[in-house]
């Protein structure tokens, strides 16, 4: 059984940046995206970005293209999600999605409890 803890969420000011994890217990085994997601209050999860394992690829929503990036480290079972130049439309909880994919479905996912970020005018 895999389960997410996800860490690294907070208040911060306009412009500035912060770093979200995502550590995983237990194997991921053949789950090879890792994916981050955010839910604005009173709005819908929407995607964030993800990227592949072993394939160097990553796709990033335009809301945050050039500010954040995806970054893995398999011995610590962890993702991280490095945010800069952060916006108040960025406030909201945001969720990590690894999870495995065939022919276009999905075959196998986990998802965190969702860590709070807030950014302030």
């Known amino acids: 059984q895999v389960q997410l803890v996800e860490s690294g969420g907070g208040l911060v000011q306009t412009g500035e940046s912060l770093t979200l994890s995502c550590l995983a217990s237990?194997?991921?085994?053949?789950?090879?995206?890792r994916g981050w997601y955010r839910q604005a209050p009173g709005k819908e999860r929407e995607f964030i970005a993800w990227?592949?394992?072993?394939?160097?690829?990553?796709t990033y929503s335009d809301s945050i293209k050039g500010r954040f990036t995806i970054s893995i480290d398999n011995s610590k079972n962890t993702h991280y999600r490095q945010m800069t130049n952060m916006k108040p439309e960025d406030t909201g909880v945001h969720y990590c999605?690894?999870?495995?994919?065939?022919?276009?479905?999905?075959?196998?996912?986990?998802w965190g409890q969702g860590t709070q970020v807030t950014v302030s005018r």
């Open positions: 237990g194997s991921l085994g053949g789950v090879d995206i």
């Open positions: 999605n690894p999870r495995r994919e065939y022919g276009g479905s999905t075959m196998e996912e986990y």
């Open positions: 990227t592949k394992l072993h394939w160097d690829l990553s």
